[in-house]
């Protein structure tokens, strides 16, 4: 039962991803009109039916607040899950075969570590004419050396272990090899690296939309909705303050939550 428990600390921070994860998968169903506008309401402060108030186009900021997640979340997801691909795929070859592929692929990813990821993001966003799609392609080619250069480092720590050693011998492929047998014993230092991939997409993208280079005008998005109604601030700061906490909540949690996951499984693979 001892491993089965879970520390104080993660308990919040696993509710607050369970909220946002039934937010974003079932939005649709739990606010059908969140984009709504009701221009005779206009922008009003928490009241009845209205527990964080309107924003200027009459909109209910709780309603956009959920409906939200379902743009912030998938490319967040997305962004983690196309970096710890690439960065797991290249960061295993590197660190098995060394020699010229090691070279190849950490001269790229020092070059992606020079530049300010969402600087570029921004830059190219801006020039190829922004789009929500496109946002998560640059990120994810910005965040795979992160995974790239971690998962190297633990492949090389394992390369020369007994059992990589014994599947030599047995002459096992490379690929099953790095797949079958190495990566289990990172998949903790990978895990860990694809929940803050997850939570620095999730900021990287809200900033891009609160810039106008994410998501279309009037979209229910965090940092969309920042954007709209930052202006509007003294007249209803729940129409700010609340897809602000809701992108830092989200952030926070996924770190916490990506820590005690690692030590976990790092935990389960050194009792095998």
Do not use: C
Request: proline residues 6%; without cysteine.
């Amino acid at each position: 039962m001892r491993g089965l428990r879970m520390p104080l600390g993660v308990v919040p921070a696993l509710a607050v991803l369970v909220a946002v994860g039934v937010a974003a998968a079932f939005a649709p169903w739990l606010v059908p009109g969140a984009t709504a506008q009701d221009l005779m309401t206009g922008i009003t402060g928490p009241g009845p039916g209205h527990p964080l108030g309107t924003d200027d186009l009459g909109r209910d900021v709780l309603h956009l607040l959920v409906a939200g997640a379902r743009t912030a979340v998938p490319g967040a997801l997305a962004v983690a899950a196309g970096s710890m691909l690439i960065g797991n795929l290249v960061g295993l070859a590197a660190g098995y075969f060394g020699g010229w592929v090691d070279t190849v692929a950490m001269r790229w990813a020092d070059l992606m570590f020079s530049l300010p990821a969402l600087l570029v993001a921004i830059v190219v966003a801006g020039v190829l004419g922004g789009g929500y799609a496109l946002a998560i392609a640059v990120l994810v080619v910005l965040f795979a050396p992160t995974d790239t250069r971690v998962v190297r480092g633990a492949a090389l720590e394992q390369r020369h272990r007994p059992y990589v050693e014994a599947a030599l011998l047995k002459n096992l492929s490379s690929w099953r090899i790095m797949t079958r047998h190495i990566w289990p014993n990172i998949a903790s230092v990978s895990l860990a690296g694809a929940f803050v991939n997850f939570a620095y997409a999730l900021v990287s993208l809200s900033s891009l939309s609160f810039l106008g280079l994410g998501v279309p005008a009037g979209s229910p998005d965090w940092g969309r909705t920042l954007a709209d109604n930052r202006t509007q601030l003294l007249a209803n700061p729940w129409a700010v303050i609340a897809p602000g906490l809701a992108i830092i909540a989200t952030a926070a949690a996924l770190n916490v939550v990506g820590d005690w996951l690692h030590e976990r499984v790092d935990r389960r693979g050194r009792a095998r």
